[in-house]
């Protein structure tokens, strides 16, 4: 960078010069030197990321609130806000460590083409950086409610699935005492000797169920 060009070269192409190129052929700045356009290309690009942060803001509002509601989790969705917010991070910690470098340095001894605002452009990107951090944060906790919900959630299944296996298993006992294949099985010779069998099936459930209820297993 000279005090009357900046040249700069990326990958990929910034969004915010073809912002700051907008900026000032529509006349909202006016430019005396080219850290001036320096500037102006690092406030387009803070203020990109603003944007993303507050779109990245409303979406988590929206993830907590269907938290709160207890409708379905949007797990994949929260994944991709905190990875997001980990980006953002990593792009602001690299300008923020670029401007504290300049603001220490000081730039009197520079033209006044060369001279840059560093310290209002770091304060700029360490508010912002403040806010992804809390975002991050903010994902980090609603990431430990939705596992808390989850295995609340599986709890209640095995729950479920433990009382209606106890309930089952001496029915199936009793069904599988009266049927193995040996001599001298009672009531194999009785008329109602299925009714019977049936009843203790049924007796048996019963009989664990109130047992369980007694000792607190669960209530009605």
């Not at 060009?5 to 912002?19: F, I, Q, T």
């Not at 269907?66 to 792009?91: D, N, P, Y």
């Not at 950086?129 to 980090?140: C, N, P, T, Y």
């Not at 298993?169 to 009785?190: C, D, I, R, S, Y």
């Amino acid at each position: 960078m000279t005090d009357r060009y900046l040249v700069s070269g990326r990958h990929r192409h910034l969004s915010a010069v073809e912002a700051a190129r907008i900026a000032i052929e529509s006349g909202t700045h006016r430019l005396s030197h080219a850290a001036s356009l320096l500037e102006l290309i690092v406030e387009q690009v803070a203020d990109g990321i603003d944007q993303v942060a507050d779109s990245m803001a409303d979406e988590l509002d929206s993830i907590e609130n269907q938290i709160a509601e207890g409708s379905g989790l949007e797990r994949s969705k929260l994944a991709r806000l905190r990875r997001g917010t980990v980006r953002l991070h990593r792009q602001l910690s690299g300008l923020r460590a670029a401007f504290h470098r300049l603001e220490r340095r000081g730039s009197d001894d520079l033209k006044p083409g060369l001279q840059l605002a560093a310290s209002r452009l770091a304060q700029r990107l360490d508010d912002l950086d403040h806010s992804v951090l809390e975002l991050r944060e903010r994902g980090s906790r609603l990431q430990e409610e939705m596992s808390i919900m989850m295995a609340e959630e599986t709890n209640r299944h095995l729950y479920v699935l433990t009382t209606l296996t106890t309930l089952l298993l001496p029915a199936t006992l009793v069904t599988g005492v009266f049927g193995m294949n040996t001599k001298a099985l009672p009531l194999t010779e009785t008329d109602s000797g299925f009714l019977i069998s049936m009843g203790l099936v049924l007796g048996a459930s019963v009989a664990v169920y109130l047992l369980m209820r007694r000792i607190g297993v669960f209530r009605l």
